[in-house]
């Protein structure tokens, strides 16, 4: 089960810092990753990170003002955003696959991160 916290309000050049905690399994050696989709729009793609963080991948429109990372010891995977945007409101999705595998089975609930300006 993957649980995301610490979406929220916040104004244009922000910052926030959900994050996500595993439980029911482990997920260390799972590449993590960050989705999030917009009102209107289909899921995208933020932000993966393979079990030690040595390969991060970013979508082109949160690269440098996105970082993923993670805390194996914890089960918890973080999303600091900043420089927020208008256009980054989106119910973040965090998410987990194998790291020989190419979906995504494991989704958690959402958290919506409405940036106003």
């Known amino acids: 089960q993957l649980v995301e916290s610490g979406g929220g309000l916040v104004q244009d050049g922000g910052s926030l810092r959900p994050s996500c905690a595993a439980s029911?399994?482990?997920?260390?050696?799972?590449?993590m990753g960050w989705f999030r989709q917009a009102p209107g729009k289909e899921r995208e793609f933020v932000t993966s990170s393979n079990w030690s963080g040595s390969n991060t991948y970013y979508a082109a429109s949160v690269k440098g003002r996105f970082t993923i990372s993670r805390d194996n010891a914890k089960n918890t995977v973080y999303l600091q955003m900043s420089s927020l945007k208008p256009e980054d409101t989106a119910v973040y999705y965090c998410?987990?696959?194998?790291?020989?595998?190419?979906?995504?089975?494991?989704w958690g609930q959402g958290t919506l991160v409405t940036v106003s300006s």
């Open positions: 998410a987990a696959r194998p790291d020989n595998g190419s979906r995504w089975p494991y």
């Open positions: 029911g399994r482990t997920f260390s050696s799972y590449v």
